[in-house]
């Protein structure tokens, strides 16, 4: 069983970085597509970024341009860099597989606000 930590979320203000990690417990890890993802308060959790074992990499509109997803086989971790953050970028975000399939972790909180 796959575990995920997630770690690096804090309070930023708009216009500023912030860099997630999330680590992922065992060595299956690399043969699998993973994705970030985020849930806002009263919003359904949603898809932000997805990197392929190979490392081909998809986003969302909303953080398009601003976000990078990368990950490191080798430390069986995922990151993402968030660059320009905006207030609507608050949320817990979580990592896992893409499709998801393994149990939730307990995510890392985002806050964007001056």
């Known amino acids: 069983q796959v575990q995920l930590v997630e770690s690096g979320g804090g309070l930023v203000q708009p216009g500023g970085s912030l860099r997630l990690s999330c680590a992922a417990s065992g060595s299956i890890f690399s043969i699998y597509a993973m994705g970030w993802y985020r849930q806002a308060p009263g919003k359904v959790r949603g898809l932000v970024a997805r990197?392929?074992?190979?490392?081909?990499?998809t986003y969302a509109d909303s953080v398009k341009g601003r976000f990078t997803i990368s990950r490191d086989n080798t430390k069986n971790t995922m990151y993402l860099q968030m660059n320009n953050v905006k207030p609507e970028d608050t949320a817990v975000y979580y990592c896992n597989a893409y499709p998801v399939i393994w149990p939730w972790g307990q995510g890392t909180q985002v806050t964007v606000s001056s």
């Open positions: 990197i392929t074992s190979g490392g081909t990499t």
